[in-house]
């Protein structure tokens, strides 16, 4: 971890209308490295990310401390997140049949997030577009371009998300559960795409899922969430390591190939893990 | 199959549609005209006719034969424009209708065009705020539109804004100084006025129309604010938006670049019904401000019985509204590539 570039400290996010806090006091910092987030569903995980990019409608965000490399994030105007968003920080989303708008050229999606940014042609933004497809690996970049999401496989859809969200080159990226809506077989494939250009650009990378093997193959270090908190943090490589009954619970919870018949093992919630900080 | 036969064979199912459509609606139309308890022949003779006039006529309508028979005659009349004379103006029907129709184009594209122009942004604006009192604003406002009695709005603007302040032409289609001064063309008194160079009648005409136009628009519009409101909060709740905010648009770049174009589709097919029901004609507004249109023409038929032209007049609304459909399916490939 060189510099760091993410800070946060004592997050904490209400959403309009609810009774408590959806995430209570999360603290974390990140590098230019890979950040794993794992956590049940509603534990919080996904709205640490959209509110990092501050799009979180009707939510309340508090924080002690919620800096993005040289900028205050609470501090900055609406006006100044825009100049963030897609620039300095992107996220890919979960589904490219839903994320992406049915009715809008593949490409020209791709290219609306430079010709946001930068000051150029149609054309600049175009090749800009094209360049970025082929580095997702789409081979027939051009005939792809003037595609509608409906013509494309979710493989595909995902890459061109990817290419998207890269195009303007951000410090950071938060991957929303990047694979969940793939199959099996392509998710490897974009997963290997996405980590080969995060680590040549030395792009942030924070990876919500709910998958540890991926996490721990992807990713340099893995936040646990429980509740709105994050009960552990361990590199990734020392994931069976864990010491907290909720990680290890996870854990026992994966079924394993050759691991015999017998019912796998249920996660025992005990309210005191709803207090504890790790 | 290729891609241009698959669209051949849509645009050949489609006319197919329409072909069995249309003939569905001959049949109604055609029943309408034969079980309707108005006597066409005591129509023609009056009441005081001998019996063999009686049975003459009767014959010469060709009522002896059987029916479907009759509705073959039907349909060659109908196809060589032959939609029979009206009893009560002694005209061909198509004559009286091509008179009555322009008027109510006029208005009801001049109201289609207000309430559309103002249902669109005002659902947006609703959606986009929703559940804060810009909503609630729209809200109250377009239910004022949909459950005010258009007659009783009629007379009360004409009142506030003919009687007393004057700001508009009252009842009629121009000022009854002017009227008979523009040769009619088209019958559209707005196109005839500036053909022939008469800006007076011209603008005596505008201001005649932009009251019930604004009325009926209003109307109309309730109907399109509530859809375009449910469409948008639609499209505001996908992921494609979010998708669009993450890449640094602002809101109002998302609502408009990518969430509205998106509802494209559903506005014209609710706009076109709307307009369709407006050129139906607006009776109650056609009463109230004299307006020479298709409304008053078919409920004067209905009242006093003219079948042949209750009959014609069906069957012109119905081509509208099967029009219609096809404007909004030829528009729905057009926005739409998924259709394609």
Same mark, same amino acid.
């Given at each position: 971890m060189e510099k760091t570039i993410l800070e946060v400290e004592n997050l904490r996010i209400r959403y309009g209308g609810a009774p408590t806090d959806a995430v209570r006091g999360v603290s974390f910092t990140l590098g230019r490295e890979r950040l794993g987030i794992v956590g049940e569903s509603g534990s919080g995980k996904s709205t640490v990310g959209r509110a990092l990019l501050r799009l979180l409608p009707g939510a309340t965000i508090t924080a002690d401390r919620l800096r993005f490399a040289e900028l205050d994030l609470p501090s900055l105007s609406e006006k100044e997140m825009l100049k963030v968003r897609g620039r300095r920080m992107s996220m890919i989303l979960q589904d490219p049949k839903f994320s992406l708008n049915p009715i809008r050229r593949v490409g020209d999606q791709v290219a609306e997030t430079y010709l946001r940014h930068f000051r150029?042609?149609?054309?600049?933004?175009?090749?800009?577009?094209?360049?970025?497809?082929?580095?997702?690996?789409?081979?027939?970049?051009?005939?792809?371009?003037?595609?509608? &999401?409906?013509?494309?496989?979710?493989?595909?859809?995902?890459?061109?998300?990817?290419?998207?969200?890269?195009?303007?080159?951000?410090?950071?990226?938060?991957?929303?559960? &990047?694979?969940?809506?793939?199959?099996?077989?392509?998710?490897?494939?974009?997963?290997?795409?996405?980590?080969?250009?995060?680590?040549?650009?030395?792009?942030?990378?924070?990876?919500?899922?709910?998958?540890?093997?991926?996490?721990?193959?992807?990713?340099?270090?893995?936040?646990?969430?429980?509740?709105?908190?994050?009960? !552990?943090?361990?590199?990734?490589?020392?994931?069976?390591?864990?010491?907290? &009954?909720?990680?290890?619970?996870?854990?026992?919870?994966?079924?394993?190939?050759?691991?015999?018949?017998?019912?796998?093992?249920?996660?025992?919630?005990?309210? !005191?893990?709803? !207090?504890?900080?790790? | 199959m290729s891609l241009r036969r698959i669209r051949f064979y849509g645009a050949a199912g489609q006319i197919g549609t329409i072909a069995v459509t249309l003939l569905g609606l001959l049949l109604l139309t055609f029943f309408i005209g034969r079980l309707m308890p108005a006597d066409p022949v005591r129509a023609i003779v009056g009441e005081d006719a001998t019996r063999e006039t009686y049975e003459q006529v009767y014959r010469s309508l060709g009522l002896d034969r059987p029916l479907w028979e009759q509705f073959f005659y039907y349909l060659g009349d109908v196809f060589t424009g032959n939609f029979g004379t009206s009893i009560r103006t002694g005209q061909p029907v198509i004559q009286d209708i091509l008179h009555v129709m322009p008027a109510t184009i006029e208005l009801a594209t001049f109201a289609i065009l207000i309430g559309a122009g103002l249902g669109v942004p005002l659902g947006v604006l609703a959606a986009v705020n929703k559940d804060r009192w810009p909503d609630h604003v729209v809200r109250v406002f377009s239910l004022f539109g949909?459950?005010?009695?258009?007659?009783?709005?009629?007379? =009360? $603007?004409?009142?506030?804004?003919?009687?007393?302040?004057?700001?508009?032409?009252? @009842?009629?289609?121009?000022?009854?100084?002017?009227?008979?001064?523009?040769?009619?063309?088209?019958?559209?008194?707005?196109?005839? #006025?500036?053909? $022939?160079?008469?800006?007076?009648?011209?603008?005596?005409?505008?201001?005649?129309?932009?009251?019930?136009?604004?009325?009926?628009?209003?109307?109309? #519009? +309730?109907?399109?604010?509530?859809?375009?409101?449910?469409?948008?909060?639609?499209?505001?709740?996908?992921?494609?938006?979010?998708?669009?905010?993450?890449?640094?648009?602002?809101?109002?770049?998302? =609502?408009?670049?990518? $969430?509205?174009?998106?509802?494209?589709?559903?506005?014209?097919?609710? =706009?076109?019904?709307?307009?369709?029901?407006?050129?139906?004609?607006?009776?109650?507004?056609?009463?109230?401000? $004299?307006?020479?249109?298709?409304?008053?023409?078919?409920? @004067?038929?209905?009242?006093?019985?003219?079948?042949? +032209?209750?009959?014609?007049?069906?069957?012109?609304?119905?081509?509208?509204?099967?029009?219609?459909?096809?404007?909004?399916?030829?528009?729905?490939r057009i926005f739409d590539p998924r259709t394609r």
């Open positions: 150029c042609s149609k054309a600049e933004a175009r090749d800009k577009a094209l360049a970025m497809l082929e580095a997702v690996k789409i081979r027939d970049s051009k005939r792809v371009y003037d595609q509608y &999401p409906h013509e494309i496989s979710g493989g595909m859809g995902q890459r061109v998300m990817i290419a998207m969200m890269l195009l303007a080159d951000p410090d950071l990226v938060i991957a929303d559960e &990047p694979t969940s809506a793939l199959d099996v077989t392509v998710r490897l494939q974009v997963l290997n795409i996405l980590d080969g250009l995060v680590r040549d650009r030395g792009i942030g990378l924070i990876m919500i899922s709910h998958d540890l093997n991926l996490v721990r193959n992807f990713c340099d270090r893995v936040l646990i969430m429980y509740a709105g908190r994050i009960v !552990e943090t361990l590199a990734a490589a020392d994931l069976d390591k864990a010491k907290h &009954p909720y990680t290890r619970g996870l854990l026992a919870a994966q079924p394993r190939i050759g691991g015999g018949r017998a019912p796998l093992a249920v996660l025992d919630r005990r309210p !005191e893990w709803l !207090e504890e900080i790790a | 949909h459950s005010m009695p258009i007659f009783w709005t009629g007379m =009360i $603007a004409l009142i506030v804004f003919y009687a007393h302040l004057g700001l508009v032409g009252g @009842s009629g289609r121009m000022d009854q100084f002017y009227i008979g001064l523009v040769e009619e063309r088209t019958g559209f008194l707005l196109i005839d #006025s500036l053909v $022939a160079g008469e800006m007076d009648v011209f603008w005596s005409a505008v201001n005649h129309i932009i009251l019930p136009a604004a009325l009926l628009g209003y109307s109309s #519009s +309730a109907y399109i604010t509530r859809m375009t409101r449910s469409f948008m909060l639609d499209q505001l709740g996908q992921e494609y938006v979010t998708t669009a905010r993450v890449k640094g648009l602002s809101r109002s770049q998302t =609502i408009w670049q990518h $969430a509205f174009i998106n509802i494209r589709v559903q506005l014209v097919t609710i =706009i076109a019904l709307a307009y369709g029901s407006l050129l139906e004609g607006a009776v109650l507004i056609e009463t109230v401000f $004299a307006w020479p249109g298709f409304g008053q023409y078919l409920t @004067s038929n209905l009242i006093t019985g003219d079948m042949n +032209a209750v009959m014609t007049c069906v069957l012109i609304v119905g081509i509208i509204f099967i029009g219609l459909n096809l404007l909004s399916d030829v528009l729905y």
